[in-house]
């Protein structure tokens, strides 16, 4: 069973910068790949980015790439969103969710935070 709580969201002026974290709860988290997932008023939960359990590999949503990095700190069991270049497209409350696989299928993870808010102005 793992547990996630989000953090570090916010309101930020475009081209700004926010770092989102995601404490996790749990023995075994340097096991699940970890995902950070975004949700638009009126449209779907769409994938952002994942990390393996190790951190040594890492993929995007082409939105985001370039500008959005993720990383992890296994010791202290936390995942990171780290956001420049912030645009008020990325206005959306963010997810981070732990799965076995490293992947962009939302189905495919088991384990959700409850989200936090970033907003962007323009």
């Known amino acids: 069973q793992v547990q996630l709580v989000e953090s570090g969201g916010g309101l930020v002026q475009a081209g700004g910068s926010l770092r989102l974290s995601c404490a996790a709860s749990g023995r075994t988290f340097s096991s699940y790949a970890m995902g950070w997932f975004r949700q638009a008023p009126g449209k779907e939960r769409e994938f952002v980015a994942v990390i393996s359990g190790t951190g040594g590999r890492a993929d995007y949503a082409d939105s985001v790439k370039g500008r959005f990095t993720i990383s992890r700190d296994n010791a202290k069991k936390t995942v990171y969103l780290q956001m420049n270049s912030v645009k008020p497209e990325d206005t959306a409350v963010y997810y981070c969710?732990?799965?076995?696989?490293?992947?962009?299928?939302?189905?495919?993870?088991?384990?959700w935070g409850q989200g936090t808010q970033v907003t962007v102005s323009s």
């Open positions: 969710a732990a799965g076995m696989l490293v992947t962009t299928a939302r189905t495919q993870y088991n384990y």
